[in-house]
């Protein structure tokens, strides 16, 4: 059963690595902005890994910041596996997380749903 939460470890623990590498600088390619790693999920064989970011700026700058850690992934890759005890190195992909866009659009939401109520409830509704 411990099994099962390998790949769990094993992805908090590229996050942790790769978020490092981000914070130092140890990265050199302009291209790769500000951004934060959200999560990282790791296949079950350890194969695998999906790290999800965000960052920010317009979309030409989330396309610049894309193409920055396509080239640099070899380059993470090869840190992970001289830090981390694995037999093979997990394929890393990079997938923007939009998640953290929907809950902004979420909260502006109930944010303008409640200030409209409170407009209601106060008798100062100017739509009547």
Do not use: C, K, N, W
């Given at each position: 059963?411990?099994?099962?939460?390998r790949?769990?470890?094993?992805?908090?623990?590229?996050?942790?690595?790769?978020?490092?590498?981000?914070?130092?600088?140890?990265?050199?390619?302009?291209g790769?902005?500000?951004?934060?790693?959200?999560?990282?999920?790791?296949?079950?064989?350890?194969?695998h890994?999906?790290?999800?970011?965000t960052?920010?700026?317009?979309?030409?700058?989330?396309?610049?910041?894309?193409?920055?850690?396509?080239?640099?992934?070899?380059?993470?890759?090869?840190?992970?596996?001289?830090?981390l005890?694995?037999r093979?190195?997990?394929?890393?992909?990079?997938?923007?997380?939009?998640?953290?866009?929907?809950?902004d659009?979420?909260?502006?939401?109930?944010?303008?749903?409640?200030?409209?109520e409170?407009?209601?409830?106060?008798?100062?509704?100017?739509?009547?």
């Amino acid at each position: 059963m411990a099994q099962g939460y390998r790949p769990t470890r094993v992805g908090d623990q590229i996050r942790q690595e790769l978020g490092e590498l981000l914070t130092r600088g140890v990265v050199h390619d302009p291209g790769i902005g500000f951004i934060t790693v959200t999560r990282v999920e790791v296949s079950a064989d350890l194969q695998h890994a999906r790290v999800f970011y965000t960052t920010l700026g317009d979309p030409q700058a989330r396309r610049e910041t894309a193409q920055a850690l396509e080239r640099a992934t070899p380059f993470f890759r090869r840190h992970i596996g001289g830090r981390l005890r694995l037999r093979r190195v997990p394929e890393i992909e990079f997938r923007f997380d939009q998640s953290v866009e929907y809950q902004d659009r979420i909260e502006q939401i109930l944010r303008d749903l409640h200030e409209e109520e409170r407009r209601r409830s106060s008798g100062h509704d100017d739509d009547e």
